[in-house]
């Protein structure tokens, strides 16, 4: 079983900055893909980024250029860097972790980010 908890969700107003971490414990397959997904009210939930264990990187099109997706290995934890935020970003950001070769997703508890305007 594997856990992952979030952390680094709030209020920040239109332009600002926040960070999102999730770290993973319990037995963690690899090579697996860590990132971040999000659902608006009212909205389908959509990947927003997504990092391979090698770092490969995606992003859905309306984040790209602001956010940043990043990984650290040794501590099973992944980051969401959003910088100048809008409140179109306004959602719940669930992390998740997938193994390349076992088809289970291991979810977060998800964490709120509301921006300002």
């Known amino acids: 079983q594997v856990q992952l908890v979030e952390s680094g969700g709030g209020l920040v107003q239109a332009g600002g900055s926040l960070r999102l971490s999730c770290t993973a414990s319990?037995?963690?397959?690899?090579?697996?893909?860590m990132g971040w997904y999000r659902q608006a009210p009212g909205k389908q939930r959509e990947l927003v980024a997504a990092?391979?264990?090698?770092?490969?990187?995606n992003y859905v099109d309306s984040v790209k250029g602001r956010f940043t997706v990043s990984r650290d290995n040794a501590k099973n934890t992944v980051y969401l860097q959003m910088n100048s935020l809008k409140p179109e970003d306004t959602a719940v950001y669930y992390c998740?972790?997938?193994?390349?070769?076992?088809?289970?997703?291991?979810w977060g508890q998800g964490t709120q980010v509301t921006v300002s305007s």
């Open positions: 319990g037995t963690i397959a690899s090579p697996n893909t």
């Open positions: 998740y972790l997938r193994p390349y070769y076992w088809d289970q997703v291991n």
């Open positions: 990092i391979t264990s090698a770092g490969t990187t």
